[in-house]
């Protein structure tokens, strides 16, 4: 038997350690949400259980306790493929001086991220309450503290993150570089000036994505929440299959996850709906 790229398809190996490590560096969904990690034949949808909040009482010496029932929902999340698909002609492959399974590994990876990147963030939408300045808006601090100030007054205490789109980040930037008490009083203002990003504010840590769904008025869903909010579920990791076509003079590449998301704790985060038009 000849050697053909369909007998040493492992050539082609380069291609998914480069998808991998770009999706899961890329991904911005697996920083900020609960990661679930869901095992081979368990099915298509996941029952993640999720408890009632349950008080403490005062105790009195020599008194019984009074017994506490504490009860549980259950969330679904539903897996589904993701994938890319290439045709790799062998002329291309010949050709290149680059390795070209390596190179659409990394692009195949990073469009993997942002599909799983994008579906977390469709989920804002269903977070418990608003907090933004509603359409047409401008993005503040304001609306960040307010967020904060409503999720501790729901006793979460955080980490928080807020997602939000570059548009409505250019106006979150805007107002923390004019000189009023808070910037005068932080070196914060100064920073964006210089680097052009909001690392942290009022203990929040600020994501500008793309990726966000900006609607006909150009205004999107943005939110703050702490990753108990939202769930990440995946089936193992990346895998890829190599196929000979001979009639093309080409192999096809097909690049694929089983990922799904969804909203675990929906009072664990706040939407932030503002403008999103520079």
């Given at each position: 038997?000849?050697?053909?790229?369909s007998?040493?398809?492992?050539?082609?190996?380069?291609?998914?350690?480069?998808?991998?490590?770009?999706?899961?560096?890329?991904?911005?969904?697996?920083?900020?949400?609960?990661?679930?990690?869901?095992?081979?034949g368990?099915?298509?949808?996941?029952?993640?259980?999720?408890?009632?909040?349950?008080?403490?009482?005062?105790?009195?010496?020599?008194?019984?306790?009074?017994?506490?029932?504490?009860?549980?929902?259950?969330?679904?999340?539903?897996?589904?493929e993701?994938?890319?698909?290439?045709?790799?002609?062998?002329?291309?492959?010949?050709s290149?001086?680059?390795?070209?399974?390596?190179?659409?590994?990394?692009?195949?990876?990073?469009?993997?991220?942002?599909?799983?990147?994008?579906?977390?963030?469709?989920?804002?939408?269903?977070l418990?309450?608003?907090?933004?300045p509603?359409?047409?808006?401008?993005?503040?601090?304001?609306?960040?503290?307010?967020?904060?100030?409503?999720?501790?007054?729901?006793?979460?205490?955080?980490?928080?993150?807020a997602?939000?789109?570059?548009?409505?980040?250019?106006?979150?930037?805007?107002?923390?570089?004019?000189?009023?008490?808070?910037?005068?009083?932080?070196?914060?203002?100064?920073?964006?000036?210089?680097?052009?990003?909001?690392?942290?504010?009022?203990?929040?840590?600020?994501?500008?994505?793309?990726?966000?769904?900006?609607?006909?008025?150009?205004?999107?869903?943005?939110?703050?929440?702490?990753?108990?909010?939202?769930?990440?579920?995946?089936?193992g990791?990346?895998?890829?299959?190599?196929?000979?076509?001979?009639?093309?003079?080409?192999?096809?590449?097909?690049?694929?996850?089983?990922?799904?998301?969804?909203?675990?704790?929906?009072?664990?985060?706040?939407?932030?709906?503002?403008?999103?038009?520079?």
């Open positions: 038997m000849s050697n053909t790229t007998v040493n398809s492992e050539l082609f190996n380069n291609l998914i350690v480069e998808a991998q490590m770009a999706a899961f560096e890329q991904s911005v969904a697996r920083q900020i949400s609960t990661i679930l990690d869901v095992p081979t368990a099915g298509t949808t996941v029952q993640v259980p999720v408890w009632d909040a349950v008080s403490a009482d005062t105790l009195v010496e020599g008194t019984p306790a009074t017994k506490k029932t504490t009860g549980t929902e259950a969330v679904t999340l539903t897996l589904g993701i994938g890319v698909y290439h045709q790799v002609t062998d002329f291309l492959r010949d290149a001086f680059s390795n070209v399974a390596a190179q659409l590994g990394e692009a195949s990876g990073r469009a993997i991220a942002e599909k799983m990147d994008s579906n977390l963030f469709g989920l804002f939408s269903g418990t309450g608003e907090a933004g509603g359409a047409a808006g401008e993005l503040t601090v304001e609306h960040i503290m307010k967020a904060v100030a409503t999720l501790r007054g729901r006793k979460i205490t955080g980490p928080f993150y997602v939000v789109t570059p548009a409505q980040a250019y106006n979150l930037k805007k107002s923390l570089t004019a000189t009023t008490a808070y910037t005068a009083n932080t070196n914060l203002g100064n920073s964006i000036l210089s680097n052009y990003f909001v690392a942290n504010i009022a203990g929040v840590t600020i994501i500008e994505s793309p990726l966000l769904a900006v609607d006909g008025n150009d205004d999107a869903v943005g939110a703050v929440f702490t990753p108990a909010a939202l769930g990440h579920g995946m089936r990791t990346l895998t890829y299959e190599a196929t000979r076509q001979a009639q093309n003079r080409a192999t096809d590449l097909m690049v694929t996850a089983v990922a799904g998301q969804t909203l675990i704790r929906p009072a664990f985060g706040i939407k932030l709906t503002a403008d999103s038009a520079v």
